[in-house]
């Protein structure tokens, strides 16, 4: 079946643009994750959905950070004035479980590389 | 969440069987093991999890110390595209729904 998609795969911006990174869940999955990828790190976590409440946003590092879940299933994560720290790679991955069982499973997408030039 | 230790890198040739080992001393007794692996340019996958006994899948088996400080992933039979960074994480019981991600191991799989 259909895993988790990000498009665009890669986007050039220049400092001071504006981005829009957009993920498509595996279907039917409750839960939605942000996490950010610096070159040579782990992941980190960004943002977290359940349906359509943002439960806990506390790993988004500035208020040019945006993210929205508007009907449950696609999201958007948006960063506006993009500076050159903003350039990693972003993932999104979805499970199907809501409230932290400790035993689901996250699958990711394939990721969003952002370039700040 | 409990923090975990691993290697930067290993390697291992083909076909044969690779271990890799993660220290967590500091677990707590309702902490689950997880471990998930990113192949290059690709985002993390699943490979297995385990609360205290061993446990096996298609993909490896994961081995429990009996006093749950450390644990090792072992894949039986390494392949190139077992070539991937694997991450131990903890997750506790009633925790955060993130999953926390340390530096990984590198594993490098030589022909």
């Known amino acids: 079946g259909a895993g988790v998609s990000q498009s665009p795969r890669y986007k050039v911006a220049k400092r001071g643009q504006d981005v829009a990174l957009r993920c498509d869940p595996i279907?039917?999955?409750?839960?939605l994750f942000w996490y950010q990828q610096a070159l040579g790190q782990g992941p980190e976590f960004l943002t977290y959905f359940q349906n359509e409440a943002q439960l806990d946003k506390s790993g988004l590092p500035s208020d040019r950070f945006f993210a929205e879940r508007p009907e449950g299933s696609v999201s958007t994560l948006k960063i506006q004035r993009t500076q050159q720290e903003d350039s990693a790679v972003y993932l999104c991955a979805s499970s199907s479980l809501a409230g932290g069982f400790v035993t689901d499973t996250q699958y990711f997408g394939p990721g969003t590389r952002l370039t700040v030039l | 969440d409990a923090k975990t230790t691993q290697p930067n890198s290993m390697e291992s040739n083909e076909e044969e069987p690779v271990h890799l080992p993660c220290n967590h001393s500091t677990i707590s007794g309702t902490d689950y093991i997880h471990w998930y692996r990113q192949l290059p340019s690709q985002g993390p996958e699943y490979v297995i999890h385990?609360?205290?006994s061993n446990v096996n899948n298609r993909m490896a088996s994961l081995a429990i110390a009996e006093d749950r400080k450390s644990s090792t992933l072992i894949l039986h039979r390494a392949t190139l595209r077992d070539a991937a960074v694997y991450y131990c994480?903890?997750?506790?019981?009633?925790?955060?729904?993130?999953?926390?991600f340390g530096k990984g191991t590198k594993l490098t799989v030589n022909p």
């Open positions: 385990g609360l205290t």
């Open positions: 279907s039917g999955h409750v839960s």
């Open positions: 994480i903890l997750r506790a019981q009633g925790g955060s729904e993130k999953l926390v």
